[in-house]
């Protein structure tokens, strides 16, 4: 049973535009919401990551976007480059483990 | 400060065999855990050990073990390794009590033959 939903499964974005990527959750214990970005041949590094008492949190272009009520959280990542492609993972946090979105996958044309 | 270190990085071993996959944690960080990351299932949790205690274990069969030592690093074992068990295998480490603000190794690649 996955606890973290994310979608979409795969994204193209033109250089300079933005990407936004989706994630939902059911267990209202998650307590921390981590991004993940993963480059092929590498582990994932923590990109941004927002608590629930946060509607929303920015680091340079990114933005994660947090609602409480709809138990849903976003990432927006702005002014896309090239070097953004890559799988990004949203995770939720709880009882000493996190829990994974299936990924997305961002391609960002030049 | 150096990152999470993971030794082998590439491994390859046959249907049967058991493996040891060893992780070093960011100095500081007593709270390390293991995840599986394949192709079909993603990334899935195997355990979480902070101060040589195991405090969670994910759904995986008892094949699967771990441990941690009093300097935070921690080793898994796979015994009789199955053509299921390929993956990349991550080692994570966190500072914080709650282990929740984790940051992940390179991983080690394992091909079962």
Redesign the interface.
């Known amino acids: 049973q996955q606890q973290v939903k994310q979608s979409p499964q795969s994204l193209i974005v033109q250089k300079g535009g933005i990407s936004i990527i989706n994630c939902a959750y059911e267990n209202t214990a998650f ?2 919401f ?1 991004w ?1 970005q993963q480059f092929p041949g ?5 990109l941004i ?1 927002i608590r629930p008492d946060v509607s929303e949190k920015k680091e340079g272009r990114f933005t994660i976007s947090f609602n409480k009520s709809a138990k849903q959280f976003s990432l927006h990542i702005m002014d896309s480059q090239p070097g953004d492609s890559a799988t990004y ?1 949203c ?1 939720a ?1 709880g ?9 997305t996958t961002v391609t960002v044309r030049a | 400060k150096a990152g999470v270190t993971q030794t082998p990085r590439y491994l390859i071993k046959t249907r049967g065999q058991q493996v040891t996959l060893s992780c070093s944690p960011i100095s500081g960080h007593r709270s390390v855990s293991w995840y599986q990351q394949t192709p079909g299932q993603g990334l899935q949790f195997l355990f979480e050990y902070f101060s040589e205690t195991q405090r969670n274990k994910g759904n995986f069969p008892g094949r699967f073990s771990g441990r941690q030592f009093s300097n935070s690093r921690s080793e898994m074992n796979v015994s009789t390794l199955e053509l299921g068990d390929s993956a990349l295998y991550l080692c994570a480490s966190s500072f914080t009590q709650q282990g929740d603000e984790q940051f992940f190794g390179p991983g080690t690649r394992l091909t079962v033959l």
């Open positions: 307590d921390y981590p993940y590498k582990g994932p590094a923590l990551a993972f995770a946090s009882d000493y483990k996190l829990s994974f979105g299936a990924g």
